[in-house]
């Protein structure tokens, strides 16, 4: 699903729900900025993912009589795999179970952060609670969690899973989590982190912020990091600066 923001203040952007394409976006204002996820799934198809076994999934769900009550936006959701959830033991869209997922690391995060309780949930804590022991483990400071980025320049905004402080270094760095069934790191999870490390780095940084992918393995538990080389993110801030462009220039002319 597309996601706009309203970026009149890029230090602090806010969802527009009710602005779901690029000619509502367009109407809207000229400061209505796509997020990064939409400008990358509406831009550039994987040949495969997208060509071939979205459609053939969607055709195949669609003949099925216990989904006769869903529309193609549930339907879409099903074509991107489904998950066992832990607290049901029923099957729940991927995206669903990786929601959860990911507001309990935040929940996780934010308590560490404040030194905060917290309510417990024994289901989906254990899928994030590896991420927060790595971060006691290395004593980094957690700088903030879920925290949106915008430029008036790229014209993209973006949301960050967390910010992180080295200190070994001082520095900031990114890191976003993904829940896959095994130890898996795409091109497009380097995009979304290197383009959202240079809106950060152009707060005023005198460095570009690491970018760390971190693959939740929903099998184990288990949490896989790749820390992407520094020539690998200057060359997806140059892909996305680009995919960036050609989005405004076919979709929000």
Known sequence: MAHFYDCTDVRSPSLKNEITTP??????????????????????????????????????????????????????????????????????????????VHKCAEKLLDAYRYNDEYEEDIHYDPFAEPFLDWVKDNEHKVIATEYMLADSRIKLCGSVDVILKDQTNAQLFLADYKCRKA???????????????????????????????????????????????????????????????????????
């Not at 869903?70 to 929601?99: A, Q």
């Open 23 to 100: 000619s509502q976006a367009r109407k809207s204002g000229t400061k209505i900025f796509p997020s990064v996820t939409t400008v990358i799934s509406s831009t550039i198809r994987d040949p495969f993912l997208d060509v071939i076994h979205k459609p053939r999934s969607l055709v195949k769900f669609a003949r099925m009589d216990e989904h006769d009550d869903k529309d193609w936006r549930d339907l879409e959701r099903l074509c991107y795999g489904e998950r066992l959830c832990p607290e049901s033991d029923e099957m729940i869209p991927s995206s669903e179970f990786g929601t959860r």
């Open 183 to 253: 130890k898996q790191f795409y091109d497009k999870d380097l995009w979304q982190l290197a383009i959202e490390s240079e809106m950060l780095r152009k707060r005023g940084l005198d460095y570009q912020p690491k970018c760390i992918s971190v693959c939740i393995d929903i099998t184990t538990k288990k949490h896989h990091h790749k820390v992407w080389d520094e020539d690998k993110v200057k060359e997806a801030i140059d892909i996305m600066k680009l995919i960036s462009r050609l989005y405004w220039k076919i979709r929000m002319k």
